[in-house]
Structures are given as structure tokens and as C-alpha cells.
T-cell receptor, first 115, second 112 residues
């Protein structure tokens, strides 16, 4: 079944730890995205990728980094977590956007809490 | 700069009480306007894409319409299970690299 997966769903971690949030999709999409969302606020794009070996920064500045070694996999890494990184992180995917079907499909999200 | 404003921020309805949610937008060349539903603690769920003024789409109790400046999400005879935050997003042809710009959403509560 075509879907988009994120792990872990919840993560509580201490300041200074390195973390990687996983995102995988079986949608057959080329473009993938990472968003950050705080309660009651809009989604902010922090990273996106057009395909393998492509990574771009989004509208919201973030200390996280991403990689795209495989089409279906788009992990996000924080080298040293801080309380200000506490947020909901959402992964999404879509077609490249040249055709009529530009919809983004989202994973369930990772709720990150940094103590 | 592309921008999306949703109103109201929150809406409380009685079951069966129809209403509309508004999404006003400014964008340099609209490629698409998207509606999503988001339940607490979950990722947004895609509902509709609208591409041009005058277009309408329906799904169960929901109907989305589009003009050159705004979109409406009409909810007919809502049920408690329609309670969620509804997000609107636009995709422009300008400098946003085809990425979506989201509004803050309207939080809908439907009481039985």
C-alpha cells in the first residue's frame, strides 16, 4: 500500500544529544519535504528535496540537516538537540509538480521534546 | 509575497448546523489551492485541490469553491466526527519553488 512513514512517533531526549528522525515513502514520489509545526501555528517548510542527492533549505531557518541517498528515504538530523527544537516535525512527499497532481501527502509526524 | 489567511480561527457548531470556512490568498500566479484536514497529533490529510476560479469539488459533507481571491470550504449538516483543524495552502508560480504556503487553519468543533 502506498504510504508515508515516520519514526519515531514520539521522542523525549536530553539537551546536546544527536537525533535522527526517519521518513520513508512508498508513494513513488520524487519530491520530499520536512515541515515544523508548533501548536496552533501554520506549517513551516524547513527542508525539501527534488530527488536523490538534492537538498534545499526551506523558508524557516533550521539547525537541522537532511540527506537524500535513496528516493524513498529522507532523514532529518539534529547534531545537538536544544529545548528550542521542541516541536512537531512532519514529512511529506509529492510528484515533482510539472503536471496536474501537485498534492503533498503527509506522514503521521514526530513529536520531539528536548529537555 | 505569497500569503494565506484563514478565518475564523475557531468555529463551534451544533451537529447539523451548516457553515463555511474562508481562505483568502495572495499569490503570484496560482498553480493550485489545497485543503487539508488535520486531527490532533497527526499529519494533515489531503482533501481537495482547486486549480481555477469557479471550480468546485465535493466529498461527503464538504464542498470547496474557488474565486480569484479566496476559497470557501462549505460544511453541510456537520457531524461530531468532522471536528478537526482545516488547513488551506496555495502553490504559486513565483519564487516559492512550487512549494506550498499554508494558513494557520480553522479549528472546527461540532457538538452533538
Amino acid at each position: 500500500e502506498a504510504d508515508i512513514y515516520q519514526t519515531p512517533r514520539y521522542l523525549v531526549i536530553g539537551t546536546g544529544k544527536k537525533i535522527t528522525l526517519e521518513c520513508s515513502q512508498t508513494m513513488g514520489h520524487d519530491k520530499m519535504y520536512w515541515y515544523q509545526q508548533d501548536p496552533g501555528m501554520e506549517l513551516h517548510l524547513i527542508h525539501y528535496s527534488y530527488g536523490v542527492n538534492s537538498t534545499e533549505k526551506g523558508d524557516l531557518s533550521s539547525e537541522s540537516t537532511v540527506s537524500r541517498i535513496r528516493t524513498e528515504h529522507f532523514p532529518l538530523t539534529l547534531e545537538s538537540a536544544r529545548p528550542s527544537h521542541t516541536s512537531q516535525y512532519l514529512c511529506a512527499s509529492s510528484d515533482l509538480g510539472g503536471g496536474p497532481h501537485n498534492e503533498q501527502f503527509f506522514g503521521p509526524g514526530t513529536r520531539l521534546t528536548v529537555l | 509575497e505569497d500569503q494565506v489567511t484563514q478565518s475564523p480561527e475557531a468555529l463551534r457548531l451544533q451537529e447539523g448546523e451548516s457553515s463555511s470556512l474562508n481562505c483568502s490568498y495572495t499569490v503570484s500566479g496560482l498553480r493550485g489551492l489545497f485543503w487539508y484536514r488535520q486531527d490532533p497529533g497527526k499529519g494533515p490529510e489531503f482533501l481537495f485541490t482547486l486549480y481555477s476560479a469557479g471550480e468546485e469539488k465535493e466529498k461527503e459533507r464538504l464542498k470547496a469553491t474557488l474565486t480569484k481571491k479566496e476559497s470557501f470550504l462549505h460544511i453541510t449538516a456537520p457531524k461530531p466526527e468532522d471536528s478537526a483543524t482545516y488547513l488551506c495552502a496555495v502553490q504559486g508560480r513565483g519564487g516559492s519553488q512550487g512549494n506550498l504556503i499554508f494558513g494557520k487553519g480553522t479549528k472546527l468543533s461540532v457538538k452533538p
